[in-house]
């Protein structure tokens, strides 16, 4: 879809490429895509609707919508927004010129009707070191994505602007019932409205697809699917075991899809770049061959993935670095701040936290440190980067949460949101996250990430952080297991598996030599070293997330190529990295 306003009074001058146009009114929606349904205010999601009925009250429906869309609302010729769904399956990209607004789904033809582009450096150093972009950003200047939950609007005076809707919708508290028969129910619709699909699962053995695997068992007859690459790399053969062991035990059929990086080039993935020219990902390559292996098969593809991420905005392991950081989103924490009476009890553990912490960093790091001690500090503490365990004092962070200011209104919750929304930002349109919800567009393969939709998502932002959540990361996922019959033990990675791996020391060195050693990594390496020259880049060899950083300056240069083939030609972005 691709669609351009006149600056001056937001009127539309042209739309081509979407996939349907409902009128109501004075309004015209354009949309690209699916909408299937409407979150409840339960967390579950109503699918039998008229998207008239939608269209005709968007303003209130839109943080309520679960699909797969992209669209442009319209009324009497004028914009009133541009939104796409919260998993961001379809993206909407977006730029200014002197006299327009450019809104496209398709990066490429909005690099081609804009016509000159220039490289962000610091978006590109960013995107090679995280693997994603910033929230809302790509890799050149003055091109944006919109972000996941927000939509875009032109001002009286012809600039843009977003907001964010998600804070429209007001949910239930989310108890473990909800949470329970939020995403039983969410399944469970899935299936009912077409139940013409073999249902597979892309089954790794951890609780988030296990929890998966058996809602859907429960419903239907099901396929676990593991792909294991070979050689093994990326310490893979952990999943294969575990994987195997849960799916025996659940009697569930279970395939392998075997992925061999001797017999594969680089040029593999190019279609997969071309789709999602902001996300690298070692891992498109391990997916494009479960996608493959579906096509043309009349079969449903479910994933698990990503609720590490958005569950608490941090590791799932019970390490200290991710108890320190929910701690401080814990809701006991922030209360306690605040001086509320009944949560001085907190304040000892807050004393012995920072006792600790200030031993171990003057010995180790000599620097001194300290958890944040106002609702200031607290939200000083919290860059729009992914969050760090601990504040160094003295140290002035980077950037500070967009749209939040430190202020005796500001509570834990709020934190956790804006939080939550950077992640939801970055992750969805970025990462293994992305592939996935790629299979539709490149091979018609039905995919669905059941803590990527929009019921989960609306649920996850609004959940409380208690002490208990603080201590058992997941604690309700882990419950839910249970229920079905797995015990936290199953899905210990190194129970029975200890004995297949090497050492685990220096094991990410090991890692990084044998993927370097098959053909897919010296063909990365060498392409990567030749782009990297361009931009005065110089990757050590063994560096931490190496095959990561060769992905992602493989990505730039095939943009680039792209780019070069429609006639749009930017500059190497100059990084002058050692």
Not at 145 to 151: D, T
Not at 327 to 340: C, E, N, P, T
Not at 371 to 382: A, D, G, K, M, S
Request: aromatic share 10%.
């Amino acid at each position: 879809m691709f669609a351009v306003f006149d600056r001056d009074n937001a009127m539309l001058s042209r739309v081509k490429g979407f996939d349907h146009e409902v009128n109501t009114d004075s309004r015209t929606f354009y949309f690209i895509g699916t909408i299937d349904g409407l979150v409840q205010n339960n967390y579950t999601v109503a699918s039998n609707i008229e998207v008239d009925d939608v269209v005709s009250n968007l303003d209130n429906c839109l943080p309520r919508v679960s699909g797969r869309y992209a669209g442009l609302s319209i009324r009497d010729g004028v914009l009133q927004f541009a939104a796409s769904d919260i998993s961001a399956v379809e993206e909407l990209y977006y730029t200014l010129t002197e006299t327009e607004l450019l809104v496209s789904t398709d990066f490429f033809e909005l690099a081609l009707a804009k016509g000159e582009l220039d490289y962000n450096v610091s978006d590109v150093r960013y995107f090679i070191e995280r693997g994603l972009c910033h929230k809302g950003k790509t890799t050149f200047s003055e091109v944006y994505r919109l972000p996941p939950g927000e939509a875009l609007q032109l001002d009286t005076n012809g600039g843009i602007s977003t907001h964010n809707y998600l804070n429209s919708f007001r949910g239930a508290p989310v108890t473990f019932d909800v949470f329970k028969n939020a995403i039983s129910n969410s399944a469970n619709s899935i299936i009912q409205n077409d139940p013409s699909y073999e249902e597979v699962v892309m089954f790794s053995g951890g609780v988030d697809s296990s929890v998966l695997l058996s809602l859907v068992k429960n419903i239907k007859d099901v396929t676990a699917v593991t792909y294991r690459s070979i050689p093994p790399t990326f310490l893979n053969e952990p999943d294969v075991i575990r994987s195997a062991r849960i799916a025996k035990k659940l009697q569930v059929p279970h395939e392998f899809i075997d992925v061999d990086l001797n017999e594969i080039d680089l040029g593999y993935i190019d279609d997969v770049v071309v789709s999602m020219p902001f996300a690298p990902h070692y891992l498109g390559v391990c997916f494009k061959k479960v996608f493959e292996q579906l096509h043309k098969q009349k079969k449903r593809l479910w994933c698990g993935q990503n609720l590490d991420t958005l569950y608490n905005y941090t590791e799932t392991y019970a390490s200290a670095k991710s108890i320190i950081n929910r701690f401080m989103l814990s809701d006991a924490y922030g209360r306690m701040l605040k001086g509320v009476n009944g949560h001085e009890k907190y304040k000892p553990a807050k004393k012995a936290l920072d006792f600790s912490l200030r031993s171990l960093c003057h010995s180790v790091y000599r620097q001194r440190i300290a958890t944040p001690n106002t609702i200031e500090e607290l939200v000083q503490f919290h860059s729009e980067f992914y969050p760090d365990a601990v504040r160094i004092i003295g140290k002035q962070n980077e950037c500070q949460p967009r749209s939040l200011e430190a202020s005796e209104t500001i509570n834990a919750r709020d934190i956790r949101k804006i939080l939550f929304d950077e992640e939801l930002g970055g992750f969805f349109t970025g990462r293994d996250n992305k592939i996935q919800l790629q299979a539709k567009k490149l091979f018609n393969v039905e995919s669905f990430l059941l803590y990527s939709m929009p019921n989960t998502v609306h649920l996850l932002r609004n959940m409380n952080l208690s002490w208990p959540d603080v201590i058992f990361p997941k604690r309700f996922v882990y419950r839910y297991a249970r229920e079905l019959g797995l015990s936290k033990s199953d899905f210990n990675i190194w129970e029975g598996v200890s004995a297949h791996l090497p050492a685990r020391k220096g094991a990410g060195t090991r890692t990084i030599g044998r993927f370097s050693s098959t053909s897919l990594g010296a063909e990365l390496h060498r392409k990567a070293k030749e782009s990297g020259i361009r931009m005065g880049l110089t990757l050590d060899a063994t560096g931490k997330y190496q095959s990561q950083k060769e992905m992602a300056i493989y990505w730039i240069n095939n943009v680039r190529e792209k780019l070069n083939q429609i006639g749009v030609a930017p500059k190497w972005p100059a990084l002058a990295w050692g």
